[in-house]
């Protein structure tokens, strides 16, 4: 499988933080979990994972949120069930990049993640860790 490597896996930092998910996929309705979020994707923890290349629209239900946030996303990468029985990963599932269209929610989005971030590690933690990744050169 060409899967992208750990390090093009992280080019954002990521948190553990577990919200509700909801998307429709073939007139399926799917409610799944995240594991880990960053503002360029999260990782949703399924046994049922959509294609690579598949883009679709999903809620993400974010606790100080009245309404939940519409997010267009692509299925970057997947965790088959084989591959945790075989210790190469803690759960399966399908890590999802965030996708923008004209006139799209990224500032949004940037915020709500922002947000759950701090709240997750706290300011003095989040602050840290972004000033080390920006620090770190990019892929390429």
């Given at each position: ?88 990963h803690p759960e399966p599932g399908m890590g999802i990049r965030f996708t923008y269209r004209q006139g799209s929610t990224q500032e ?8 759950l971030m701090v709240d997750s590690l706290g300011q003095r933690l989040y602050s840290k860790l972004m000033d080390q990744s920006r ?6």
């Amino acid at each position: 499988m060409d899967e992208p490597s750990q390090a093009e896996r992280r080019q954002e930092l990521r948190a553990p933080i577990e919200l509700k998910v909801e998307y429709k996929r073939l007139n399926t309705f799917f409610a799944d979990y995240t594991r880990n979020i960053s503002r360029g994707g999260t990782f949703i923890r399924t046994t049922r994972p959509l294609p690579i290349g598949t883009e679709f629209l999903f809620k993400l239900f974010v606790p100080h949120l009245g309404e939940p946030l519409r997010v267009q996303g692509e299925v970057q990468w997947i965790v088959s069930e084989a591959e945790v029985e075989e210790g190469k990963h803690p759960e399966p599932g399908m890590g999802i990049r965030f996708t923008y269209r004209q006139g799209s929610t990224q500032e949004e989005i940037d915020r709500v993640v922002e947000r759950l971030m701090v709240d997750s590690l706290g300011q003095r933690l989040y602050s840290k860790l972004m000033d080390q990744s920006r620090d770190k050169p990019g892929p390429g």
